[in-house]
């Protein structure tokens, strides 16, 4: 068994334009799903992100600059990252096409995790 | 793995929304009992915003352990932060500061400690009428959305929000005096409000008047958790608490069995009473036997009824007589024409469809009478138990021109086909 990250991705103003009711029945997908994958062992959960900007800090000549990502121009922002077990890429292909997360987004970026 | 269609009513979907329901219900109670009565709009804002984190958040990390407290601390930062921003010093350091402790006396013996039981009583105010308590008690304690309440009222979600913030508005002006918990004095006198709102809340969710359900359930099953909560709670326990309890569990305990697999309505008597829920029959045998120390109630006789098809181990044991000594005391303490209705129906399978129908026809003098559907289908029923198929498919058509439930009308139109 292989463990594979989820990188789940959405466009920068997905969620803030959302009537509430909309954005609770999206989340009731996902929390849906991984009541699911935590039971029978698919899934390990993982780290939501705050929505919003964050700090790129970069060493220049010995010193550090620190400045806000570029976060509303960009078209795609990670929102998340899940842990899921599979035997093989491919398994870990089809748990993603089941995911709610491209039903509401576009994509999901899968990785191995080296060494696992 | 193609569930991406799958349907959204699921089990797991079910379990999902009584519980971020009951989450919900129990976090604005809490919110409540610390910023005051008159801040329900506060505490429902803060209350939608960590839900919607926490909803956010726990799909990736998790339910964490004290699911309560960890929206109740993120309710408690957002509250503090909104405050800030409007920069109302004033109110966050009395609201925030001053209250933000657990309510102050929660051993005081004469005000009721249940946060949740105490804002329901608040969403019952004397001040609100009938409809206002039900639409407020629907949204603020059991969560559901203005489209949601929309739908059961057949009204509109803006006529509803309307409504909502007119009854928001109206406790908002009786600011002060709702900032301490009510005492016991005040909670007896306002139970018998709560308790018929929870009533017409559970007959909202168990006969939804149109549209394309059956059973409301998810409604129907907020008003018998609410029942069991006020008979259960010491402040709002009473016999007339435990009859609504005990009739809420038997009419409950039958909804597997009400509904065919297409979504069509099965009548009692075509039901499989092993798709009954023993464990609620039990409940409301309970709470029925704890209910027998006071005061006759029209819930006392309603659960009486029930409990007659609820212990009879057959529709052919059923104790047709004590049914209808049931329904003789219910229209003496209702004189309604929809409990003589029941009753005559009751009274047909007792062996009297002559006797019934001769008082069925004399209801139909009341023109309200004439244009409810029910009527005309017991009437529809009692000629067909009578074999009088033509009178009896005429009744069937007219009933389907009052208009009812799409379901129930798709068992019209059956009987109709299958009435030759």
Redesign the interface.
């Known amino acids: 068994m292989s463990k594979f990250a989820f990188l789940l991705n959405h466009a920068p103003d997905r969620y803030s334009s959302l009537s509430?009711?909309s954005?609770?029945a999206i989340?009731?997908d996902?929390?849906?799903?991984?009541?699911?994958a935590?039971k029978s062992g698919v899934c390990d959960?993982?780290?939501?992100l705050s929505e919003g900007p964050g700090k790129i800090v970069s060493s220049k000549g010995g010193g550090f600059t620190v400045h806000e990502s570029p976060f509303a121009e960009l078209t795609e922002v990670l929102g998340?990252?899940?842990v899921v077990n599979a035997p093989d890429f491919d398994a870990a292909i089809?748990?993603a096409?089941?995911h709610?997360h491209?039903?509401h987004n576009q994509s999901i970026e899968i990785r191995q995790l080296d060494g696992e | 793995?193609?569930?991406?269609h799958e349907k959204r009513d699921g089990e797991?979907?079910r379990v999902?929304?009584r519980f971020?329901r009951r989450e919900r219900g129990r976090l604005i109670a809490g919110l409540v009992s610390r910023l005051g009565g008159n801040n329900v709009e506060l505490a429902e804002d803060v209350a939608?915003e960590a839900?919607?984190k926490a909803?956010?958040?726990?799909?990736?990390?998790?339910i964490p352990e004290a699911p309560g407290a960890w929206l109740l601390r993120v309710a408690r930062n957002c509250a503090i932060d909104r405050l800030r921003r409007e920069q109302r010093e004033l109110l966050y350091d009395e609201s925030i500061h001053g209250r933000w402790a657990p309510p102050e006396t929660p051993t005081d013996p004469d005000r009721s400690s249940d946060p949740e039981v105490q804002l329901m009583l608040l969403c019952c105010h004397d001040e609100l009428d009938q409809t206002h308590q039900l639409i407020l008690t629907l949204r603020v304690v059991n969560g559901f959305?203005a489209?949601e309440i929309g739908d059961l009222f057949l009204s509109s979600e803006s006529a509803v929000a309307q409504r909502l913030s007119r009854a928001k508005r109206k406790l908002r002006q009786l600011g002060p005096t709702l900032a301490t918990p009510l005492t016991n004095e005040v909670v007896r006198a306002r139970l018998e409000t709560v308790l018929r709102v929870v009533y017409l809340m559970f007959s909202l969710g168990y006969a939804p008047r149109r549209g394309g359900e059956l059973i409301r359930r998810d409604v129907a099953d907020e008003a018998l958790r609410l029942a069991r909560d006020l008979a259960n709670n010491d402040a709002t326990t009473s016999p007339a608490a435990h009859a609504l309890a005990a009739l809420l569990c038997f009419q409950a305990s039958r909804f597997d069995a009400r509904t065919a697999a297409d979504g069509a309505p099965v009548l009692l008597r075509d039901q499989d009473p092993e798709k009954w829920d023993r464990r609620l029959i039990d409940d409301g045998l309970c709470f029925m036997r704890t209910s027998m120390a006071g005061e006759l109630t029209r819930y006392h006789v309603e659960a009486g009824i029930a409990s007659c098809y609820a212990v009879a181990p057959s529709w052919d044991k059923i104790d047709w007589q004590a049914v209808l000594t049931y329904y003789d005391q219910l229209l003496e303490l209702t004189d309604s024409p929809v409990v003589a209705i029941n009753r005559s129906v009751a009274e047909a399978f007792s062996g009297a469809p002559g006797q019934a129908l001769a008082r069925l026809d004399s209801l139909a003098a009341n023109a309200a009478v004439d244009r409810y559907a029910p009527y005309h289908i017991a009437r529809a029923e009692i000629l067909r138990l009578q074999r009088r198929r033509a009178e009896s498919r005429a009744s069937y058509r007219t009933a389907i021109e009052c208009g009812t439930s799409a379901p129930v009308m798709r068992h019209l139109e059956n009987r109709l086909a299958s009435n030759l």
């Open positions: 509430e009711d954005a609770m989340f009731k996902y929390m849906e799903w991984m009541q699911g935590a959960g993982g780290y939501k998340g990252i899940m089809e748990i096409k089941a709610p491209l039903v | 793995m193609a569930n991406r797991t979907r999902l929304n971020v939608q839900m919607l909803l956010g958040v726990w799909p990736f990390e998790g959305t489209r």
